[in-house]
């Protein structure tokens, strides 16, 4: 990929990342309740998911989901469920104190929160529809292929390993402020709305978008 190609694509995925989506929501919500150390391990799941899209686009599964309204209800519908799930599972979690900043024992494990921004990502057809109208712009489709991929999916994840740093971090610090019971349950349902909300966004999304 040339310098000039890339540093336009590089450009494009800040714009992408800082964007507000399920992902930001999904990151803030792991930094208030785990601190930023355990809770940046939900941004490494939402980089695997983001290069499990840029597989499906890839190997051409992603035209298909694209053609095929059957299956892009199917993976439409299995995101918006599991964001509604994540929803109401934040908003009946229990006003129990929140761990430390520095805190690596007690709480939901790192691989579970790998898996939950692995999921909020690759069940997001939005993701796929995007990468198809946009990677074939920089595809030069006389070298390579291999490596123009490969140089997509790692700007990608620098991106969002960035910007979703900041997500975290930015809600951590919020860890000290968050102690009384009420002050738990207004964070829990304030979440718990967002995923709601974005689930719903994404029921209205269409393949014509």
């Not at 964007?19 to 208030?32: C, D, E, K, L, R």
């Not at 941004?43 to 992603?62: C, F």
């Not at 934040?90 to 690596?104: F, G, I, K």
């Not at 990677?135 to 140089?151: G, K």
């Amino acid at each position: 990929m040339e310098f000039s190609t890339w540093i336009t694509f590089f450009a494009a995925c800040w714009a992408i990342s800082l964007s507000p989506g399920p992902g930001a929501v999904a990151s803030m919500s792991a930094g208030v309740r785990h601190g930023f150390w355990r809770g940046y391990a939900i941004v490494i799941g939402l980089v695997l998911g983001i290069w499990t899209q840029v597989l499906v686009v890839s190997v051409g599964l992603g035209a298909l989901m694209a053609t095929s309204a059957w299956a892009f209800s199917m993976l439409k519908w299995l995101g918006v469920a599991y964001l509604v799930w994540l929803g109401i599972q934040q908003w009946r979690a229990a006003e129990a104190p929140l761990v430390s900043a520095e805190d690596t024992g007690a709480g939901t494990s790192r691989l579970a929160l790998v898996l939950r921004g692995w999921m909020i990502n690759t069940v997001n057809p939005k993701g796929t529809v995007f990468l198809l109208a946009v990677m074939p712009q920089f595809i030069d489709q006389a070298q390579p292929l291999v490596p123009q991929y490969l140089t997509i999916a790692l700007t990608l994840a620098f991106t969002d390993l960035v910007v979703m740093a900041g997500y975290v971090g930015l809600a951590s610090r919020v860890l000290g402020a968050l102690r009384t019971p009420g002050q738990l349950r207004w964070m829990n349902r304030s979440f718990g709305g967002l995923f709601v909300a974005a689930g719903l966004f994404l029921a209205m999304f269409r393949r014509t978008a």
